[in-house]
């Protein structure tokens, strides 16, 4: 069982930065990873990115490519979002999610059904 805790989010400006972090709580070995979905009212919970949390290696959905780091802290247990030059359009409620990957393609690790562990969410608002 693993328990994830999400905190920062809020109100910012577009163009303001911002930092996501999740705190994951259990067994983080083998094929573990971490992830961040977002769903905006009315719409479906879309991937934003996501690691392996034993390489470090990183995958973005189109939209924030460029924009936003996804990053793990092992000694922590936490992994990060930076969210750089946002928009209104990245207002939404983020989740944290993690789970164990059969593998590592990248395709898999932007599907939500393979993440069995979820956050509360936590609020990002991007004003205009």
């Known amino acids: 069982q693993v328990r994830l805790k999400e905190s920062g989010g809020g109100l910012v400006q577009a163009g303001d930065s911002s930092r996501l972090s999740c705190a994951a709580s259990g067994h983080t070995y083998g094929n573990f990873h971490m992830a961040w979905f977002r769903q905006a009212p009315g719409n479906e919970r879309e991937f934003v990115a996501a690691l392996q949390w034993i390489s470090g290696r990183p995958a973005y959905a189109d939209s924030v490519k460029g924009r936003f780091t996804v990053s793990r802290d092992t000694a922590k247990n936490t992994a990060d979002l930076q969210m750089n030059s946002l928009k209104p359009e990245d207002t939404a409620v983020y989740y944290c999610?993690?789970?164990?990957?059969?593998?590592?393609?990248?395709?898999?690790?932007?599907?939500?059904?393979?993440?069995?562990?979820w956050g509360q969410g936590t609020q990002v608002t991007v004003s205009s």
């Open positions: 999610a993690a789970g164990y990957l059969s593998d590592t393609f990248i395709a898999r690790m932007k599907l939500r059904e393979n993440y069995n562990f």
